[in-house]
């Protein structure tokens, strides 16, 4: 069963190599078929936990690409807030740091919220606990310090996907 594992890994790699090059090119090819072996043999165990039917099932990738519209929205929001701040003549920041409580349990989903808010122009990840899950997060305008408001706020958006995609 490794084998299929390790082949399965290398397949959605390469397709991910192919779409993000947008290129056909022999070298092209060759470069990702050899970059997509080696991160294969190296985590397509770390993939594949779970029964694969699970990983690969309709609904989560259904969820995943869902994800996609909405953090793109969450980005032009953010970015344009972020413009507004640098274009006003005060520059009207309230930098802090604040709690954001997280029901996402697995290590992927957290990293995911993690990197989606990181991601976010005017939000910045600086620390993960894991015993409750939770994040810190530089916000640059901080509106709500409670943990539900901020979290609503900053991690709401994400977390209602990432939750379905990796439990």
């Not at 032009?76 to 309230?94: C, D, E, Q, S, T």
């Not at 997060?137 to 706020?153: L, S």
């Amino acid at each position: 069963m490794t084998g299929g594992k390790l082949l399965v890994a290398f397949v959605c790699l390469f397709v991910a190599w192919v779409a993000l090059t947008g290129s056909l090119d022999i070298q092209e090819l060759a470069v990702g078929a050899i970059v997509a072996a080696l991160v294969a043999l190296l985590s397509h165990e770390l993939l594949f936990k779970r029964p694969m039917r699970e990983k690969f099932g309709a609904k989560r990738w259904g969820y995943a690409l869902a994800y996609v519209p909405a953090y793109i929205w969450a980005e032009i929001k953010a970015h344009a807030g972020v413009i507004y701040r640098i274009l006003h003549p005060r520059m009207p920041i309230k930098p802090g740091i604040v709690e954001v409580p997280t029901d996402l349990r697995t290590d992927f989903g957290i990293t995911g919220l993690a990197d989606s808010i990181t991601m976010t122009p005017g939000t910045l990840s600086v620390e993960v606990q894991e015993e409750k899950p939770r994040l810190f997060v530089h916000w640059i305008d901080v509106k709500a310090v409670e943990p539900e408001q901020t979290k609503a706020a900053i991690a709401k958006p994400f977390e209602r996907f990432l939750t379905k995609v990796f439990g």
